[in-house]
């Protein structure tokens, strides 16, 4: 059973009072566009934003749901303060200065904008059996693998949930040497797109998949929209958006199970 994200930031009910204060016209607009907009951000048509809605609320500094008054009036101060449209909806041009924060959080991304693929480490360290999805075999950068460790004893210590499945924040994929990457997406013929790349974040040994739930019928790592919808309600993914970056790890926001540490150049 999935673990439930302990903020109400999906849905309106039960929202403090406080959330029903705000521009009453962008909260019927983000609600009619919430699970309904066709729109392809990150390069695939999806339906609907609700998979972003907990990272867009924990950027705008709000525990209020989408639907909310209150989610839009602070995602209205957010524009504002970046020199957008104060309108409290989430469009286009608001999502993609969003993104271009969050993407800008990767040095990964920032690497790759100035065309430089970034070299695999000298060495790479074992996880442990525990530590993996499955038990399968991963491999990190020393830094990456002891900053993951700190971060899992901080989050099962703060949800106690998480440390009764040994399945929550396992890793499922780290280090990926860039020549069998190359291989598989040329076998896949997906070198260049949203799930696998030529040039991939896990070359650097920054990169790692975590366990983050699934829903029925799906693997831990399918982006469909059901399933990332689904993660994102969970009480692992929650945690991690509300203390993730205190141990150095920034989301890429198109799939929620894929962190990054950032307390070492690649």
């Not at 867009?56 to 101060?77: D, K, N, S, W």
């Not at 499922?172 to 598989?184: I, Q, V, Y």
């Not at 040329?186 to 070198?191: D, I, K, P, S, W």
């Not at 998949?209 to 829903?215: I, K, M, P, S």
Request: hydrophobic residues 40%; aromatic residues 10%; proline residues 6%.
């Amino acid at each position: 059973m999935m673990l439930a994200l302990g903020l109400a930031l999906l849905t309106a009910t039960n929202a403090p009072a406080a959330c029903n204060f705000g521009p009453g016209q962008a909260a019927v607009a983000n609600t009619a566009s919430l699970r309904t907009l066709v729109w392809s951000p990150y390069g695939r048509v999806e339906t609907g934003w609700e998979v972003y809605s907990p990272l867009i609320a924990h950027e705008v500094a709000t525990t209020c749901g989408p639907a909310t008054a209150g989610f839009a009036a602070a995602l209205g101060r957010w524009q504002s303060a970046h020199k957008l449209v104060p309108t409290g909806t989430v469009d286009a041009q608001t999502f993609e200065a969003l993104s271009r924060v969050w993407q800008g959080r990767r040095p990964y991304v920032v690497l790759r904008a100035k065309g430089t693929c970034p070299e695999p480490p000298a060495t790479v360290v074992a996880a442990r059996s525990a530590e993996s999805y499955l038990g399968k075999t991963i491999r990190l950068r020393q830094g990456t693998l002891t900053a993951y460790r700190k971060l899992v004893a901080a989050a099962k210590h703060d949800v106690p949930a998480l440390a009764r499945d040994p399945r929550w924040l396992t890793i499922f994929s780290g280090f990926r040497d860039p020549a069998s990457d190359a291989t598989r997406c040329a076998r896949e013929q997906n070198c260049n797109g949203i799930v696998r790349a030529k040039c991939s974040a896990h070359r650097s040994g920054l990169a790692l998949d975590l366990y983050v739930g699934q829903a029925v019928g799906f693997g831990p790592d399918s982006s469909a929209d059901a399933n990332r919808r689904a993660m994102v309600k969970t009480a692992a993914y929650g945690w991690l958006l509300a203390n993730a970056g205190r141990y150095g790890f920034v989301n890429y926001p198109f799939e929620p199970w894929h962190w990054e540490w950032t307390g070492e150049v690649p």
